[in-house]
C-alpha cells in the first residue's frame, strides 16, 4: 500500500488480514487443482451451491483473525447463522462475509474471490468492504469511509500499488461490455438467452459504425468492482437474484466509486441494509435482489428500459 492519505485502521486491517487469507489460500486451491482432489463437502445451507472444506476453513480463518481486531462484533457468514462474538451483547459492528466466493472454480485455480464487509449497525450502512481475487494480480479492492463521512474507493496490487478506483467514461449500450453471472444453465443462461431485445441492442452497430458491444461472465461482489474499475460498463441479474453477502461489499464499493446500483424498478438500492438484531440478519441473509449496476445513472437506465420493456 502507498504512504499517501493511509487508510483507516479498521480498513487497513482488514486488507490485511484479506491478503493474509488469500496467500494461506491459494496453494491449498492450486493444489486442489493439480491433483484433482476438489474437498467437496454436502452443502447444507444451499443445496444448490458448490461447498468444499477450502470454503469452512476459510469461514473459520476469517473468524479468528477478525476477533485479533475486534473486541466484539456480529460474524454474518455464508456458513453459518449469524452469532454475536465477544462480550458485547449488542456490538455496533456487523462483518458481512463470503469466505470463498465461486468456490467450483477455486478449486479448479480458474477464478476464486474472497468477500468481507463491515457494517456500522449504527450509522445503518456500511463503512469499510473488500474484496479480493485470489489469482490476479489486481488483487484488493476497497471501500472505506473516512472520518469526514466521505467514502473512497481503491484498488491495490499484489505487488501493493494503490489506485483510485472510478467508472470509465459514459457509454452507450451498443458500445458497452456488460457482464452477468450466467454459469448455471437453466437458473441463469436461459433467462439471458431470453433476453432477445437487450441482445439485439447490445449487438447493435455503435455511432462509429462498429460492433463494439460485448456480454460477458462475472462472478458477485467482483463484478461489481470491475464496474467501479471501469474494466466493464454494467453488470446486471434479473433471474434469480444475488444474495446480500454476493452483493453488498461490492454495492458498497460501486457506490464509493461512483456508480449506481438500481433494482429493476429503476430505484436505487440503499446502503441500510436493516442489520437492527440478529433476526434482521438472519432474515437478510436470505434475500435475493435482482439489479443493474452501472457506471452511469443512463447506462442503468437505458438497460433497465430494454430488459424490462418499460
Not at 472505506?144 to 494503490?162: M, S
Not at 455503435?206 to 461482489?221: A, H, L
Request: negative net charge; glycine residues 6%; aromatic residues 8%.
Amino acid at each position: 500500500m502507498t504512504r499517501q492519505h493511509p487508510l483507516p485502521d479498521l480498513t487497513h486491517n482488514l486488507a490485511q488480514m484479506v491478503i493474509t487469507v488469500i496467500r494461506e489460500i491459494r496453494p491449498r486451491l492450486i493444489e486442489a487443482a493439480l491433483s484433482g482432489e476438489h474437498a467437496e463437502s454436502r452443502n447444507l445451507r444451499h443445496a444448490d451451491n458448490f461447498l468444499s472444506g477450502h470454503d469452512l476453513w476459510m469461514h473459520e480463518r476469517y473468524q479468528k483473525l477478525l476477533s485479533d481486531y475486534l473486541p466484539s462484533y456480529i460474524y454474518a457468514s455464508e456458513e453459518a447463522d449469524p452469532q454475536l462474538v465477544g462480550d458485547d451483547p449488542d456490538p455496533d459492528l456487523c462483518v458481512l462475509v463470503d469466505p470463498l466466493d465461486t468456490s467450483e472454480l477455486a478449486v479448479r485455480a480458474l477464478h476464486g474471490y474472497t468477500h468481507v464487509m463491515v457494517y456500522s449497525r449504527n450509522l445503518a450502512r456500511p463503512i469499510a468492504a473488500v474484496v479480493g481475487d485470489i489469482f490476479h494480480h489486481l488483487q484488493i479492492y476497497i471501500a472505506t469511509r473516512d472520518h469526514t463521512g466521505r467514502d473512497h474507493a481503491f484498488v491495490i496490487t499484489a505487488d501493493g500499488q494503490r489506485y483510485p478506483l472510478r467508472p470509465g467514461k459514459a457509454a452507450s449500450l451498443p458500445e458497452s461490455l456488460i457482464t452477468n453471472y450466467l454459469m448455471k444453465p437453466t437458473e441463469r443462461f436461459l433467462p439471458l438467452a431470453r433476453q432477445t431485445d437487450f441482445l439485439e441492442r447490445l449487438g447493435q452497430r455503435s455511432p462509429s459504425g462498429v460492433n463494439r458491444g460485448r456480454i460477458g461472465v462475472d462472478f458477485g461482489s467482483v463484478g461489481l468492482c470491475h464496474v467501479a474499475a471501469g474494466f466493464t460498463d454494467a453488470m446486471i441479474e434479473f433471474a434469480k437474484g444475488f444474495a446480500i453477502w454476493d452483493l453488498a461489499p461490492g454495492h458498497y464499493i460501486l457506490h464509493a466509486a461512483g456508480g449506481v446500483v438500481l433494482d429493476l424498478q429503476g430505484s436505487p438500492i440503499p446502503l441500510d441494509y436493516h442489520f437492527s438484531t440478529l433476526a434482521d440478519i438472519a432474515e437478510a441473509m436470505n434475500r435475493r435482489q435482482k439489479f443493474v449496476a452501472a457506471a452511469s445513472q443512463t447506462l442503468a437506465q437505458d438497460v433497465l428500459k430494454v430488459i424490462t420493456g418499460t
